[in-house]
Nanobody, 125 residues
C-alpha cells in the first residue's frame, strides 16, 4: 500500500505561483509513475501531468504546458508540482496519484492505483 499526502495548496492571485508537494509513505514510489490530476466543482477529474520512475520522462496536458513542472525526489519519496502563471481556470482540488503502468502517456483516472486526499488551489482574478 502507498499513502499519498498532498500539501502546498492555497489562494493565489492570477499570474502567481504555487508549489505542491506529495509525500508518499508505506512503500517506495520509485517503481511507480507519479502524476497529478485536478477536479473543479461540477467537473470530472482530469489529468494534469505525469513523470516516469527516473524522472527522465514527463507528460503534460496541453492546458498546463509551459506553466507547470512536475518533478520527483525518490530518495525523499516525494513528488512536486510547480505551477506558474496561474489562471482562474486552474482553480480545483489537485490530487497526487501513483500508477503501476509502463509510460507517462498512459496515465489516466482509470488506471491509477493510489490517490492522495487532495489539496485546494484557488486562483483569484
Amino acid at each position: 500500500q502507498v499513502q499519498l499526502v498532498e500539501s502546498g495548496g492555497g489562494l493565489v492571485q492570477t499570474g502567481g505561483s504555487l508549489r505542491l508537494s506529495c509525500a508518499a509513505s508505506g512503500r517506495t514510489i520509485s517503481s511507480y509513475i507519479m502524476g497529478w490530476f485536478r477536479q473543479a466543482p461540477g467537473k470530472e477529474r482530469e489529468f494534469v501531468t505525469a513523470i516516469s520512475w527516473s524522472g527522465a520522462s514527463t507528460y503534460y496536458a496541453d492546458f498546463v504546458k509551459g506553466r507547470f513542472t512536475i518533478s520527483r525526489d525518490n530518495a525523499k519519496n516525494t513528488v512536486y508540482l510547480r505551477m506558474n502563471s496561474l489562471k482562474p481556470e486552474d482553480t480545483a482540488v489537485y490530487y497526487c496519484a501513483a500508477s503501476w503502468i509502463s509510460s507517462v502517456q498512459a496515465m489516466d483516472v482509470r488506471n491509477t492505483d493510489y490517490w492522495g486526499q487532495g489539496t485546494q488551489v484557488t486562483v483569484s482574478s
